[in-house]
């Protein structure tokens, strides 16, 4: 099985991306799902995020992500501390999956939107890159209603600059333009992906 990493900044519309590639016969796995389960059912996990962010970061074995997220992705460094407590665990996960799955036909999209901050470029065959100008990802992330503005550029001030993701990444799709011109650029790198599937 061919597996991409999938990833892109606040807004860019990776996760509309991934439902494209779905729709086309792709195998989808979402990392930062994946992520959230581990820290919430790990005790080594839970127990380093108590000591981290407080215990009241978990209320009866339950995690509280807006507890953790407001304590999580207010700096830098706090948002490192967070990483190097999940993101190990989760490279884990998703080279064990991978490999479990090699033998078998197909395309794996594994959509994650801290693989390049986290170094997981790596552990894939090929990696795009979902983006947007900010303008267009700051509107669309305000537009979901769950976020405020100042939570958003607070967020997107912490991920990679988008220029210095393009260079590390083997395919880019541009997402300016409305959901119709997201779907032909998706099916555009799906053609080339099923090309190296057969090859």
Known sequence: ???????????????????FFYEQGANILDADDIAKTLIEVKPELIEKIKLEFGDDCYIEGKLQKRVLAQRAFVSPESTAKLNSISHPALKDHLEKYIKAFKAIPGVLIVEAAVLLEAGFQDIFDKTILVTADKNIRVERAFARGDISEKSIQQRMALQMPEEEKRKLVDLVIENNGDEELLKMECLKIWN????????
């Open 1 to 19: 099985m061919l597996s991409i990493g999938l990833t892109g900044g606040l807004g860019s519309g990776k996760s509309l991306a991934t439902k």
């Open 192 to 199: 080339k992906l099923r090309a190296l599937c057969i090859s």
